[in-house]
């Protein structure tokens, strides 16, 4: 038997009912406390959370960065190492003997823990299209790790000392249907098209931490693949070739017919459907110049408040940029 390791949970919740109980439970043999951010849900989430003894908070959703440095700056953690899991992810019991096995034992140079996130659709495990694992540090040490202040595409990064990979289950499996997925990607792609402009026009301050010393080597690649050669293609041509190469090159043919549906509508449609809302607040400004009403109108557009770079420095050198 191993003892419970020092580990806080933070899971942020609205209207998580369908899925908190199966992720508070696949956590409750290595944490130490769990703490639930609920932006006002209206379901049973906050009943749920409760009786099975997290500390619930509440706060007003901006987006997911927000939220979650949030929690890390006003919940009351007092363990030695943090892990985030969102409602509709687990922790396997592989990984969690990992865990309770390994987490005890790490140097103190071991600042940060990345985990194999692997997708559920359709209740099918996506093993293709580079899918598989998608590495991301989700454990670190209290004091040592921030979330990127993005509108989309956040990552965790430690501010110092080394990460690690532990090689257990970690599963993202939303049980909502093809209307819940479909207009989940419909609001990130909003979120990442202020992302893609913001990263053109500097309007706002951009949080840069992103690295593969403060994270891991695939997440920093991907970062500036996207940033540096996919975005400066014309989306109707890269849309096309990232599915191709998902599907094709990257084996996303062998997930199945589910695989298809997954492959198609997150590797296509939601990447051209971003390219589109890029195109439509492009003109929508097209007659602007100042930074300020640019951002007005962009808010206006897209229903977040966004606000132009104006204000001082911040502690890590950035400035306060997001409303």
């Known amino acids: 038997m191993f003892m419970t390791p020092d580990l806080a949970v933070i899971i942020l919740t609205y209207n998580e009912s369908m899925h908190l109980a199966r992720a508070m439970d696949s956590v409750k043999g290595i944490a130490t406390e769990v703490f639930v951010i609920d932006s006002g849900s209206t379901d049973d989430t906050v009943r749920i959370a409760t009786e099975r003894g997290a500390q619930v908070l509440y706060h007003p959703f901006v987006n997911q960065a927000k939220q979650f440095q949030w929690a890390m700056d006003n919940a009351p953690l007092a363990t030695s190492w943090v892990l985030r899991l969102d409602a509709d992810e687990i922790i396997e019991p592989d990984l969690s003997r990992e865990i309770a096995a390994k987490l005890p034992q790490l140097p103190n140079e071991v600042t940060g823990i990345n985990l194999k996130r692997k997708h559920i659709f359709m209740d099918r495990w996506v093993r293709h299209g580079g899918r598989y694992p998608l590495l991301m540090l989700r454990v670190f040490r209290r004091g040592k790790g921030r979330v990127e202040d993005r509108w989309m595409d956040e990552h965790i990064t430690v501010t110092d000392g080394r990460t690690v990979t532990f090689e257990g289950g970690f599963a993202d499996h939303n049980l909502n249907d093809l209307t819940y997925f479909t207009d989940k990607h419909n609001k990130y792609a909003t979120r990442e098209a202020i992302e893609v402009l913001n990263h053109r026009l500097q309007l706002f301050a951009r949080d840069e931490t992103l690295n593969s010393g403060s994270a891991s080597v695939q997440a920093s690649f991907k970062r500036w693949a996207k940033e540096r050669v996919y975005n400066r293609i ?28 997954y492959h198609f509508l997150q590797g296509y449609w939601y990447r051209f459907l971003v390219g589109t809302k890029v195109m439509e607040l492009e003109r929508a400004i097209a007659h602007l ?5 640019i951002c007005a109108e962009l808010s206006r557009h897209t229903g977040h408040k966004l606000v132009a770079l104006t204000a001082a420095p911040d502690g890590r050198g950035n400035t306060t940029s997001l409303g």
């Open 289 to 293: 110049s100042d930074k300020a009403e």
């Open 234 to 261: 014309p989306f109707t041509l890269s849309a096309t070739l990232y599915f191709l190469w998902r599907y094709i090159f990257q084996l996303g043919f062998l997930d199945g017919r589910s695989g298809l549906v």
